[in-house]
């Protein structure tokens, strides 16, 4: 159980179009979901906390005016990366927390992440 | 502030044998929880192992353990009878309760393990 899948895996796309990435949880109500951002060889850095059904909570310094989040129901999530520029290539990882009645430890189950390529 | 610190960015370990990956952390808080999560080349974030501040008993999974230290704040993490599918990127991981005000959870840099053949 506690499954989240993403889409896509991967995707290109030029410079000043936007792209959508999507992130579901499968089999348990997220009410909480976590996007983050990796770089190579570096840590996990939080972008946003979004909670279903409320405008998402950015972390400082992430221009919520680019990356566009909604939480629309209790398994969906998306990221919107708007006119997307190369250096917003990256990793882009999701991850959901289960909602009461269930709060195992606050364990998060993440994505398997989509890779980002801006030509 | 809490903080995550790692102070082994790589480490390596001989196929069988035994590695302790340290993490320590900052927080003034008494109750929260704390993660080790293996993120292998698919770069899949996989939970390793978890331990809540108000149990002293340190978690075990299989051939994972923790050595946590409350009072020096220290997470270690223990490796045993390594296995080459064990090589991949470990972040420790702390976490406060949603009551505290704190939902985030803090990662620390990571430590980039390899076990040899």
Redesign the interface.
Known sequence: GAVVSQHPSWVICKSGTSVKIECRSLDFQAT?M?WYR?FP????M?MA?SNEGSKATYEQGVEKDKFLINHASLTLSTLTVTSAHPEDSS?Y?C?ARQGPPVQT????Y?G??TRLTVT | AQTVTQSQPEMSVQEAETVTLSCTYDTSESNYYLFWYKQPPSRQMILVIRQEAYKQQNATENRFSVNFQKAAKSFSLKISDSQLGDTAMYFCAFILPPYTGGFKTIFGAGTRLFVKA
Not at chain 1, 105 to 108: A, G, K, L, T
């Open positions: 909480t976590f990796q060889k570096q840590s996990l939080l906390t990793f990882i991850s430890s606050y364990e998060q993440f398997p992440g």
